[in-house]
């Protein structure tokens, strides 16, 4: 498994993005993913990837932070 914390600005914190990922502590502050090449869905209308496959370490201009995050 891979950690992001919740400042960091990948696709994995995004809330745009479709991909698979949990909460993995009890404060919200750090998410986790099975790879960092793990596979989503950008679902931002704002971003120039809408729609495209994106891997969970990867970023654009128009990242918004994932709800689950604090």
């Known amino acids: ?3 992001y ?3 960091s600005k990948y696709c994995a914190t995004c809330s745009c ?3 698979e990922r949990k909460i993995c502590d009890h ?3 750090r998410l986790e993913v099975s790879s960092p090449m793990s ?12 729609q495209r ?13 994932w709800g689950a995050l604090r």
């Open 27 to 29: 404060f919200g502050s």
């Open 17 to 19: 993005w479709s991909g």
């Open 1 to 3: 498994m891979y950690q």
């Open 39 to 50: 596979t989503g869905k950008c679902m931002n209308r704002k971003s120039g990837a809408w």
């Open 53 to 65: 496959t994106r891997q969970a370490n990867g970023c654009c201009s128009a990242h918004e932070k």
């Open 5 to 7: 914390t919740c400042d």
